[in-house]
């Protein structure tokens, strides 16, 4: 009896994908976040580490297709509140993203049929002086925390790598086997 294997509408299998989403991106996708002092897996103080959106956007098309069409998302709820004393009395707007869901499509290696997964939930939350940067940011936020159930950035979120050793961390990935799965398009180095 043959097994039927999930594979992306780009062709890349599912069970590839959280490696392919751990994989260490561009030095240029990380920065520190002021004022977010934790403690990594060394026990080092350190700020956390903030990810560029738009990598997760170049990595859902790569590995699952076109938004919209490979994968797309929605959300129940949208909340603003306005904090007119915030940013030294400037404003700010904290905004929160409810039950976001991320979908994908797929197809079984033997079937041309095309799939929808059930929604990964996630919610979100940001807080900056421009409303509509802070809703971008709040569906930024939800759109990676959905990500990080199907790997996005694992090591990151396991505080493995940072925005302070990611050079380091990019060169053991690429003395690591280069057979590893990784983001369709992208060079080993």
Do not use: C
Request: proline content about 6%.
């Amino acid at each position: 009896m043959k097994i039927a294997y999930p594979i992306t509408l780009v062709g890349v299998p599912l069970l590839e994908v959280p490696e392919a989403f751990a994989r260490v991106l561009s030095p240029k996708a990380y920065k520190g976040i002021p004022y977010s002092k934790v403690k990594d897996s060394d026990g080092k103080t350190r700020e956390l580490t903030d990810i560029n959106p738009a990598y997760f956007i170049e990595a859902m098309n790569k590995v699952f297709g076109p938004a919209g069409y490979g994968w797309w998302y929605e959300f129940d709820e949208m909340t603003a509140d306005y904090d007119p004393n915030a940013f030294s009395n400037k404003g700010g707007w904290n905004i929160t993203i409810s039950n976001l869901r991320l979908y994908y499509h797929f197809k079984l290696d033997d079937s041309d049929e095309v799939l929808s997964s059930d929604g990964i939930v996630a919610s979100g939350v940001a807080f900056m002086h421009n409303r509509s940067h802070a809703e971008r940011g709040a569906i930024a936020n939800a759109l990676g925390s959905a990500g990080a159930k199907l790997g996005w950035q694992n090591y990151v979120y396991k505080g493995i790598v940072n925005h302070e050793n990611v050079i380091e961390a990019l060169k053991r990935q690429d003395e690591s086997d280069k057979s590893l799965p990784r983001i369709p398009g992208t060079p080993l180095k």
